[in-house]
């Protein structure tokens, strides 16, 4: 495997996925790579009904900051869709990403086993290497 | 008249996630639809059992099933921040995948006929290893596999706004099944480009067409008299079925299609039209959130099939998307064409993704 040159991290406000998004920070930061952080809007956020704040670009972009990565390699980015179908368009097509960090467990989903897990379809399914971090 | 075959109601009651969209009240909106047309003896409702392990089986994995029957068991909860599982949960889905398998059986037996499925939960989003996008068990697959089982070549047909991943999925391999997807596009799930064409053995049986927001009923109509019609007349199916969401309504709070009532029973006259002979068609609920426009749009599509041009609203005109739509055939059909020439001279595509089961990704090694 090559050295990544762009990150991408699902994240979605969780406190697993700011941990995902804390550890490739710090790795685009060590080997000078660019971060691509990657949030997908779901059915019930696409029309306001989600009952939760959506995740604000500032806290996030803050978050890979904090670590030491220029703000110059950091990007936003907002998609609708289901989240592993989002993170694998990420891998395709020009400016694709190189390699994709997830926390285990998403915003609202349940505590157990592999039902509707976001990390284990993409370990399953992407063509790019998939870092999968506990929170 | 065509008799209507009517599966359902199933999940007027159970399967409730308090104040979510996805509510029980969406299939008593389509059970008043179905009875506002005053159908008589024209309506057949035929019993809704639950589908069997061995049926569910064809389209899902044996661990799925174990784990959402025990999460459901177990009070249920969150599957993701879409889709809710409670105590009934399990039972309700199982129903609602047995419902289509209720309404063939019907169809079958008179030899003529539409049947309609008012069931609950939906089903399109559903991939073989998991439920999302309020879908739990994807039960026009269940229907649908358990024809091509018994031999039958089967066209599904899905206007629902969003595209029917979980079905695509389901079906990206195997040659017995057309699947065919009009749908707002960027929206939920976020699959469904022109150049997702089927897998290695059902390459081309695999078709999106999706469409911008504002789109209106003349842009879908376009969609299936270009797209739709001649695929499903080359495909020349046994069966079709029919994901007939609701959702593409102008007043559904989840999209922003710009479609009427009256523009789904146009689309319900095209799909009549391309039946096979004997009926053998039958619509399957699935999405759909304001009450009054799926009230009124079950009223017109099963109007439509019976001969009743009595519309409440009126066909809608003007929106974006022609382009869209002839941007999809053009791509669609660059797509194949390079398949053939890059099989033809050794080339290689994209390997299809294979951990859930062929998740729809396979593309040409292009930026498109």
Known sequence: ?135 | MTTVVLAGPAGESAHDGGPHPESPARVVAAMKGVHDLHLGSDLVTVDVGPASREDLARVHSLRYLDELEAFSGRGGGALDPDTFVTSDSWDAACRAAGAGLAAVAELERRRDGVGFVAARPPGHHAVRSRGMGFCLLNNVAVTAASLVAGGARVAIVDWDVHHGNGTQEIFWDEPAVLYISTHQSPLYPGTGRPDEIGGARARGKTVNIPLPPGATGDVVSLAFSEVVAPAVDSFVPDWILVSCGFDAHRADPLAELALSSADFAALAATVQQLAPCGGRTVLFLEGGYDLQAVRRSTASTIGALVGDRTFPEDPTFGGPGADAVRAATMLRERALSEVDKECSGGGSLDAPHTGSRGAPTTRLRSDW
């Open chain 1, 1 to 135: 495997m090559s050295v990544p040159r762009l990150i991408a991290v699902g994240y979605d406000g969780s406190a697993d996925s700011v941990a995902a998004l804390r550890w490739g920070a710090e790795i685009a930061s060590t080997i000078g790579a660019r971060l691509r952080i990657v949030h997908a809007v779901g059915l019930l956020e696409h029309a306001g009904l989600s009952g939760r704040c959506s995740p604000h670009e500032q806290a996030a972009t803050d978050v890979a900051c904090r670590v030491g990565l220029d703000i110059a390699q950091v990007e936003w980015r907002v998609r609708d869709g289901e989240p592993a179908a989002v993170l694998r368009r990420e891998t395709l097509g020009d400016d694709a990403a190189d390699l994709l960090v997830v926390g285990t467990r998403g915003a609202g989903a349940h505590g157990g086993g592999t039902l509707g897990s976001t990390s284990l379809d993409l370990a399953q399914t992407a063509t790019v290497p998939v870092v999968v971090v506990a929170g």
